[in-house]
């Protein structure tokens, strides 16, 4: 049930027998030129759709701005911060526990925000609720390990045909990834913002921009390539991982809340 369709009375009647809330979390940031900025939110918005369809809990609007600082400078990316977003979803979710809600399912498009919600996790947690971070990219790669992959890759541009093949852009996809060596020739551009010495990695958070035009940067054309992405994917995936957090959702139900701490 969305809440946006409901009326406040509907609303008190659901929290007499239940006391869970889905909030859909995600970002507005490049994810390659053949992906939409919207992707983070795109994709856990049609897994809520899907959700809405399976079972009857309340699914709060989407919070479509996300903890994306390393993006930024790729035109259409905004980021509202870590502190940002620790600030937004504790204004909302301290709104929903005050109604009475107590089980916080945040369904998450996007890495960085993690953080961010985690900090509001620990913080219910001290006041008798739970919250439940569900990453639904990570959660597909370990429910399929052929499914893995990360930021633009082959699994994320299956997420997409599995909301709109539409949109994306397949003339982008053939484009390899063109990581640069930006800091020097000594200390490589290794995962993510990382450099990599001596065979290990070393964080040296810098903008993504200055290591690639593109920004897919999925870290592997071998393993998690755009190209390898399906429309049946995509609609095997999301209506999959819909199902996975319906499931959660019904085990979180019986568990017993915590109690209040300090
Ligand atoms: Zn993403």
Redesign the pocket.
Same mark, same amino acid.
């Given at each position: 049930m969305f809440l946006e369709h409901m009326n406040y009375l509907q609303v008190e009647e659901y929290l007499t027998h239940d006391d869970t809330i889905l909030i859909p979390v995600g970002?507005l940031e490049n /994810?390659g030129k053949h992906m939409p900025l919207g992707?983070?939110t795109l994709i856990p918005d049609r897994i809520a759709k899907y959700i809405e369809e399976r079972c009857d809990v309340v699914i709060a609007p989407t919070v479509n701005y996300g903890a994306t600082d390393d993006l930024e400078g790729f035109t259409g990316t905004v980021s509202i911060g870590v502190d940002g977003l620790i600030a937004l979803l504790k204004t909302i979710c301290g709104k929903f526990y005050d109604y009475g809600f107590r089980r916080f399912l945040i369904l998450n498009? /996007?890495g960085g925000n993690s953080k961010s919600i985690d900090s509001v996790g620990q913080w219910l947690y001290r006041k008798g609720a739970y919250l439940a971070r569900l990453d639904w990219w990570l959660i597909a790669g370990e429910i399929r390990p052929e499914w893995r992959g990360g /930021?633009?890759g082959g699994l994320?541009t299956a997420g997409i045909y599995g909301v709109d093949p539409s949109l994306i852009k397949t003339e982008y996809l053939e484009l390899s990834e063109g990581i640069k060596n930006d800091v020097s020739d000594e200390l490589p551009s290794g995962n993510w913002t990382n450099v990599v010495f001596k065979g290990a990695n070393v964080a040296m958070p810098r903008a993504v921009r200055s290591i690639t035009d593109n920004g897919w940067l999925a870290h592997g054309m071998a393993t998690d390539p755009p190209t390898k992405a399906t429309v049946e994917w995509g609609n095997e995936m999301l209506p999959l991982m819909a199902d996975y957090v319906v499931d959660f959702r019904e085990a979180l139900k019986r568990a017993p809340l915590p109690k209040a701490c300090k």
């Open positions: 970002s /994810h992707t983070d498009g /996007h /930021h633009g994320e």
